[in-house]
């Protein structure tokens, strides 16, 4: 007995200190990741002036409004059209790419037919190719065809997500039984209406999980634009900020305004991200039930 409970105490001060060590590791973590974060919103609360006489990581005049002001009236409010361009690009081609994403995805999952294993690998080599490689061969295209400069060079690449027909394919063989399928069929529906009545529904955790990923690469994407368009009214966040960055050297008032321009760009994927928590919740309960 003595041994037995030596032995259980030794188990219980192994896994607390385990415990301690985990808690200790995901909370350096938190810090290493978040302390940009809490820099950018200390940074901008700041005047232009106390940016350099002031400690970065506190906080001195309260200055927010002023600057949020400042950033939205500065060049006839080009910022305002710069987010409603991110929130075009960025929520259009999130969804319309979720849709063909997960219409692909199915089909490769549900469908027996000639080549399907190797067009999948095909898909897959797709993601391996950066996107950055195929920047100037959709350059020269769009230019062949005329739309460079306008709002589909931009729209068009970022519907296309090998990743995300990857993932519907995955998410389609294990959310969506065939024998649903067969009945929805049995019943006389269509494979459209049997995808969208049936599979889609099934789907819809691990496909907010495709538009969370697309979401986030268009509303970071930066290169694509700055290859593709020269009118800055169709500029998106990053590359509207990236050229006054360039330009604070001979007119550092901007420095503010880009710093507060860059926790601006932030706020609505921390928001997204908050509200579609829900959907992957009701994917792990619906998994655990079955």
Same mark, same amino acid.
């Given at each position: 007995?003595? %041994?037995?409970?030596?032995? %259980?105490?030794?188990?219980?001060?192994?896994?607390?200190? #385990?415990?301690?060590?985990?808690?200790?590791?995901?909370?350096?973590?938190?810090? $290493? =990741?978040?302390?940009?974060?809490?820099?950018?919103?200390?940074?901008?609360?700041?005047?232009?002036?106390?940016?350099?006489?002031?400690?970065?990581?506190?906080? #001195?005049?309260?200055?927010? =409004?002023?600057?949020?002001?400042?950033?939205?009236? @500065?060049?006839?409010?080009?910022?305002?059209?710069?987010?409603?361009?991110?929130?075009?690009?960025?929520?259009?081609?999130?969804?319309?790419?979720?849709?063909?994403?997960?219409?692909?995805? $199915?089909?490769?999952?549900?469908?027996?037919?000639?080549?399907?294993?190797?067009?999948?690998?095909?898909?897959?080599?797709?993601?391996?190719?950066?996107? !950055? /490689?195929?920047?100037?061969?959709?350059?020269?295209?769009? %230019?062949?065809?005329?739309?460079?400069?306008?709002? =589909?060079?931009?729209?068009?690449?970022?519907?296309? #997500?090998?990743?995300?027909?990857?993932?519907?394919?995955?998410?389609?063989?294990?959310?969506?039984?065939?024998?649903?399928?067969?009945?929805?069929?049995?019943?006389?529906?269509?494979?459209?209406?049997?995808?969208?009545?049936? /599979?889609?529904?099934?789907?819809?955790?691990?496909?907010?999980?495709?538009?969370? =990923?697309?979401?986030?690469?268009?509303w970071n994407n930066f290169?694509?634009?700055?290859?593709?368009?020269?009118?800055?009214?169709?500029?998106?966040? !990053?590359?509207?900020?990236?050229?006054?960055?360039?330009?604070?050297?001979?007119?550092?008032?901007?420095q503010e305004s880009v710093?507060?321009? %860059?926790?601006?760009?932030?706020?609505?994927?921390?928001?997204?991200?908050?509200?579609?928590? @829900?959907?992957?919740?009701?994917?792990?309960?619906?998994?655990?039930?079955?």
């Open positions: 007995m003595n %041994s037995l409970s030596t032995s %259980s105490r030794s188990v219980n001060r192994e896994s607390q200190v #385990s415990r301690t060590a985990a808690m200790a590791l995901m909370l350096l973590l938190a810090v $290493y =990741f978040l302390l940009p974060i809490y820099f950018l919103i200390v940074a901008a609360t700041k005047p232009q002036g106390d940016l350099a006489a002031t400690n970065g990581l506190t906080f #001195s005049h309260f200055n927010l =409004f002023e600057n949020l002001r400042v950033l939205f009236t @500065r060049s006839d409010g080009i910022f305002g059209r710069w987010a409603l361009n991110t929130v075009i690009y960025a929520v259009l081609g999130a969804a319309v790419g979720t849709l063909i994403s997960a219409l692909c995805g $199915y089909a490769l999952a549900k469908f027996q037919f000639r080549g399907r294993e190797f067009l999948f690998s095909v898909i897959l080599g797709g993601v391996l190719v950066p996107t !950055t /490689a195929l920047a100037l061969p959709l350059f020269l295209l769009f %230019s062949a065809t005329g739309i460079v400069n306008t709002y =589909f060079a931009v729209f068009l690449p970022s519907i296309v #997500s090998p990743f995300g027909v990857y993932l519907a394919r995955i998410f389609a063989n294990a959310a969506v039984p065939q024998e649903l399928l067969e009945s929805a069929r049995l019943d006389g529906a269509g494979e459209f209406r049997t995808f969208f009545s049936v /599979a889609f529904k099934l789907m819809t955790p691990s496909l907010v999980t495709i538009f969370l =990923f697309q979401f986030v690469a268009i290169f694509l634009p700055m290859v593709m368009l020269q009118k800055e009214s169709l500029f998106p966040i !990053t590359l509207g900020l990236y050229e006054w960055n360039g330009q604070t050297a001979r007119a550092p008032l901007l710093i507060t321009g %860059s926790l601006v760009s932030i706020v609505p994927v921390i928001i997204l991200f908050i509200l579609l928590q @829900r959907f992957w919740r009701t994917g792990l309960a619906a998994g655990s039930l079955k």
